[in-house]
């Protein structure tokens, strides 16, 4: 595969596709090293600074909210958003160091946000509801732009996921506290969990994206060696959302379906905590 050096050209090609996107705000999920711009001589954090200016030039002013998700709050029961990495990405950590202070404040699930005047940081209580950053952002008119990444990076399915409320996942929640400087906020994060059974909630994600790309819900545009796509988040959740309710399973591969199935015949269905955990007591 080549590699670009030419910024010019990436430059190029994000001006045009966000030219045609005419919506906001954006979830913006990036994997750089598909796009392959490696600008030669320049160190990895001078490379992702390059991309953060270019993604401010032409954006032109627009919210931009990248995930800066750190799974360890499940474990420690303690998030601090002003210091804790992001576990999702090279190009997101770099924006969260460059604000700390504009961090959304639900655990586990947050995001940097960058030209954000307005939007809500308070922590939500459902991780995937109306009122997380997820439903914010459909609610607002925006969506969910991919850079390079495949179609697995689409966290968004668990948004429309709980408004469905599939019976494959279940609720659980998770106590723990928030520390901002010398302030602490208890809270307890509530968000809808795959059974931990191998294969049991797998996505079916080329079927899905071939289906959206189809249906033009799913736009693409040519960005280095990789693509740029995008979709309005109100179109995929109403899409996605219409096909759950004929099918509950729709977005789950065959083998997957066929896995839920065999635990809806050991603990009932749909899944809940206490039937497929015994014992759903978070003690942190």
Request: charged share 20%.
């Amino acid at each position: 595969m080549p590699i670009l050096t030419s910024s010019e050209q990436i430059r190029t090609q994000l001006a045009a596709a966000f030219g045609e996107i005419e919506f906001a705000p954006l979830i913006v999920h990036s994997d750089l090293v598909r796009i392959g711009f490696v600008p030669k001589g320049r160190s990895l954090e001078q490379q992702l600074a390059d991309w953060l200016a270019m993604l401010l030039d032409v954006c032109e002013g627009r919210t931009l909210l990248f995930p800066t998700f750190n799974y360890d709050y499940a474990t420690t029961g303690c998030y601090r958003p002003e210091s804790d990495p992001g576990q999702v990405g090279a190009l997101n950590e770099y924006v969260r160091q460059q604000v700390p202070d504009q961090r959304t404040l639900t655990p586990i699930f947050n995001f940097a946000v960058l030209n954000g005047a307005g939007f809500p940081l308070e922590p939500s209580a459902n991780a995937f509801d109306d009122a997380s950053a997820f439903g914010q952002v459909r609610q607002a008119g925006g969506g969910v732009v991919f850079l390079g990444a495949g179609p697995d990076a689409n966290t968004f399915i668990h948004h429309v996921e709980e408004a469905a409320g599939v019976p494959y996942r279940y609720l659980k929640s998770f106590p723990g506290r928030i520390e901002t400087g010398s302030v602490q906020q208890r809270v307890t994060l509530l968000y809808r969990v795959r059974p931990v059974a191998a294969g049991s909630v797998e996505y079916d994600w080329q079927r899905l994206a071939t289906d959206l790309r189809s249906r033009q819900v799913l736009r693409g545009f040519p960005l280095g060696n990789a693509r740029l796509e995008v979709y309005r988040a109100q179109e995929l959740y109403s899409y996605w959302l219409e096909r759950l309710e004929g099918d509950e399973h729709f977005l789950l591969t065959e083998d997957s379906r066929r896995a839920v199935n065999d635990l809806y015949a050991a603990h009932g269905k749909p899944l809940t905590c206490l039937s497929v955990e015994g014992d759903c007591r978070t003690d942190i």
